[in-house]
């Protein structure tokens, strides 16, 4: 079992930046796959970023196209903290932000390769 817990969410002008944090419990986090997702009022929830272990302390990354060099994906598994910077912030952007774990052993982007949810936090971005 996983439990996520997010963080760091809130209200930003366009152009700014926010940090989301998700503090991770349960089984081992430096091995697990660790993403987060977004959904906007009335559209389908969204793949951001993911983050994989592949081995030897080395992790990769993949970003969607929409924040592609906006938002960078890391964790700390000192803290078992995975974070999400966003730079640049557009209105489009606006959306409730999900962290998610997955068991999966290649690189996950579609909602249902996920097995933990967090509870999701709100960011709006004002234009």
């Known amino acids: 079992q996983v439990q996520l817990v997010e963080s760091g969410g809130g209200l930003v002008q366009a152009g700014g930046s926010l940090r989301l944090s998700c503090a991770a419990s349960?089984?081992?986090?430096?091995?697990?796959?660790m993403g987060w997702f977004r959904q906007a009022p009335g559209k389908e929830r969204e793949f951001v970023a993911h983050?994989?272990?592949?081995?030897?302390?080395?992790?990769?990354?993949d970003y969607a196209n929409s924040v592609k060099a906006r938002f960078t994906i890391s964790r700390d598994n000192a803290k078992k903290t995975l974070y999400l910077q966003m730079n640049s912030l557009k209105p489009e952007d606006t959306a409730a932000y999900y962290c998610?774990?997955?068991?999966?052993?290649?690189?996950?982007?579609?909602?249902?390769?996920?097995?933990?949810w967090g509870q999701g936090i709100q960011v709006t971005v004002s234009s």
């Open positions: 998610a774990a997955s068991t999966k052993t290649y690189s996950p982007v579609r909602a249902d390769e996920y097995d933990y």
């Open positions: 349960g089984r081992s986090f430096s091995s697990i796959s």
């Open positions: 983050h994989r272990w592949i081995g030897d302390r080395t992790y990769t990354a």
